[in-house]
């Protein structure tokens, strides 16, 4: 158990590791002089000068690798050029907005994919399963901002029982900060919905016919106990899976989506850091997210080992 | 990652010729999702070539007097020979006074344009770098943890981001797309050449002193050809929306170009008023992108049967 761990833990270092090479060589990497490209059009020689100082940059590239990797390793990813701030309290006033928001998207998704994708499977080829599937190609195919701005159109304008924009922190009010997510969340959920709502389907139809299944219909357990107890169970690994890897996926959604519903979370600092040519928070945001996704991939992996005893690498 | 092996496997199978091109060919014309969507794709093809001739005006023209009008609002214009006639705003107009239907017309060319240059770019670059990786097992492992290390980070933001470092402009644009696709076509390529390079006919070609180049053009490339196009199609869907999405944050193709994304980014400010702005060019993104995923759907079908009973 503890050797399979480790492997694991050890087999994400490279993958981390590689990440951050890319992002550090993504700025490097430019034709040009990063310096000027940092300081902008309207820099002089004297700001330019200090940047390149200040950044190591007169140094060898794998040189300035390792103190930006290893400033990076001890929370300081430099300090924003338009906020004035260091990067790192930057983007921990900006990380609970988006945390509400993925956590409440990824609970509401997989409430409404798993019971979707089962009563799909149940009733393969019927008139249910068509919509859902019919779903799930319109929820890949949807920008997530129409959906957004058509949801905004419909709950906040037409009929008028939510809030249009704006994000309301969870110590100040509970149920203002729920009713403020309510939208995005939909928003947010519609792709990871059609995603989980599909491999569900798949995988139970898949575990359906399984001997053992036909074993638990003959012993004479109702539906439900087959199909929860044994069925959705079994089927679980390939879903919980796909969860981990959407979160790509969602991670794109909330720039998005943060953008939409004016919500002050990482996603909207991505944007505005872009727009203002802010290296330093894009490279520290990218970063995060990335490590963020690799991470939680490795702990539904390692989970694997423990619910399921089968699975030993 | 068993997901991703199981799909790859299950792709992998493709690669085995089983078919003959009659028969692919029939099974396309008979597959409703690729009738569907393939006409779709035709549409906004003839859409965007046909532009100029399908009642637009210049989709750049401003004009200040007409701005933010509902869809249907006509204006009578004075035509060069003295004549008068009247124009009608079928999508209404933005809030510089443009003429929305005419901007949505010729923004199907820079969507068709991003979808289709980004699918072939990503195809051949993942293709020389998948037969490679998966043929010399040197370097393999070299490529491979670049390629597991672009696919940690999340498409979008590593778009975002190459867009930024770049600056906007519709080839930068396309490259920040390609370079996230990259390593899904790499795999699959990759995973295709590992079973391929075990088969009888290639250890022949070894065997009478082939040299790897022609080894892999000539026999193990042509098995990566029914994968391949199934997934530039669903590469083509993605980049068609991924543009969407940077010019809607305003960190894509630049705002004088009409496009898609462009129009909605417009429209956001008084989209409570004005909803019409966001909602046209939005349909259309949709069903494009809907028809392409469609048509790859029933290709995956039609170019191999049994995978269209899974996923």
């Not at chain 1, 490279?14 to 990497?29: C, D, E, N, W």
């Not at chain 1, 300081?76 to 990380?95: A, M, T, W, Y």
């Not at chain 1, 945390?99 to 990824?106: A, D």
């Not at chain 2, 909605?264 to 019409?276: I, K, S, T």
Request: net charge positive; proline share 5%.
């Amino acid at each position: 158990m503890f050797t399979f761990i480790a492997q694991r833990l050890i087999s994400a270092v490279p993958v981390l590791a590689t990440v951050a090479v890319v992002v550090f060589l993504m700025l490097r990497l430019t034709p040009g002089d990063p310096a000027a490209v940092i300081a902008g059009e309207t820099a002089t020689a004297e700001q330019v000068a200090e940047i390149r100082n200040k950044l190591g940059l007169d140094q060898p590239i794998v040189q300035q690798f390792f103190i930006w990797a290893g400033r990076g390793l001890k929370g300081d990813f430099g300090e924003s050029f338009f906020f004035k701030k260091p990067v790192s309290e930057l983007i921990s006033q900006r990380i609970e907005p988006t945390l509400s928001l993925t956590l409440v998207t990824i609970v509401l998704a997989v409430l409404i994919a798993v019971p979707l994708g089962v009563l799909a499977a149940q009733h393969a080829g019927s008139l249910l399963d068509r919509c859902l599937m019919g779903f799930s190609v319109i929820g890949f195919s949807v920008p997530v901002f129409v959906i957004g701005y058509l949801l905004i159109y419909i709950f906040a304008i037409k009929i008028n029982v939510l809030p249009v924009q704006g994000y309301r922190r969870i110590g100040e009010n509970f149920g203002d900060w729920a009713i403020h997510l309510v939208l995005p969340s939909l928003t947010l959920a519609v792709i990871y919905v059609a995603l989980i709502a599909r491999m569900t389907r798949a995988s139970v139809i898949e575990v359906l016919t399984e001997d053992y299944i036909r074993t638990a219909r003959a012993k004479g357990l109702t539906r439900r106990v087959i199909l929860i107890r044994h069925a959705l169970k079994n089927a679980a690994i390939p879903i919980v899976t796909v969860i981990g890897l959407g979160i790509a996926l969602l991670i794109g959604g909330v720039v998005v989506t943060e953008s939409v519903y004016n919500i002050p979370g990482l996603g909207r600092l991505t944007v505005d850091a872009v727009l203002a040519r802010d290296y330093p928070v894009i490279q520290a945001i990218i970063l995060l997210f990335s490590f963020a996704y690799v991470l939680i991939n490795l702990l539904i992996d390692l989970a694997y080992s423990f619910f399921d005893p089968r699975i030993r690498y | 990652m068993t997901i991703e092996a199981e799909h790859e496997r299950a792709v992998a199978r493709l690669a085995v010729p089983e078919a003959r091109p009659t028969q692919v060919a029939r099974r396309l014309l008979h597959h409703r999702s690729v009738v569907i969507g393939g006409a779709l794709v035709l549409l906004m093809v003839a859409i965007a070539i046909l532009a100029p001739f399908l009642g637009t005006v210049d989709p750049k023209a401003i004009d200040p007097a007409y701005r933010n009008r509902a869809p249907g609002t006509e204006q009578v214009i004075t035509l060069p020979d003295g004549t008068r006639a009247t124009q009608t705003f079928w999508m209404g107009t933005d809030s510089l006074g443009r003429d929305v239907y005419s901007r949505v017309i010729y923004g199907a060319r820079v969507s068709l344009i991003v979808g289709i240059t980004v699918a072939l770019i990503s195809s051949v670059v993942g293709l020389v770098i998948g037969l490679i990786a998966g043929y010399l097992r040197w370097v393999d492992v070299v490529i491979m943890r670049v390629m597991d290390g672009l696919m940690a980070i999340p498409g979008i933001l590593l778009a975002i981001g190459l867009v930024a470092v770049w600056g906007a402009g519709l080839f930068t644009v396309i490259l920040a797309i390609v370079v996230p696709e990259i390593p899904r076509v790499v795999r699959l390529v990759r995973s295709i050449v590992l079973t391929i390079r075990e088969e009888p006919y290639v250890e022949a070609a070894i065997s009478v002193g082939t040299p790897v180049p022609l080894i892999l053009v000539r026999h193990v490339m042509p098995n990566t050809f029914a994968p391949m196009i199934v997934q530039a199609t669903f590469v083509c869907a993605s980049a068609i929306l991924i543009e969407a999405i940077l010019s809607f944050l305003g960190v894509g193709i630049p705002t004088d170009i009409p496009t898609w994304g462009n129009i909605m980014a417009e429209g956001r400010q008084l989209f409570r008023v004005y909803p019409h702005t966001i909602l046209f060019p939005g349909v259309f993104v949709a069903v494009t992108v809907l028809a392409v995923n469609m048509l790859g759907d029933g290709l995956r079908d039609a170019l191999d049967p049994r995978m269209a009973k899974s996923i």
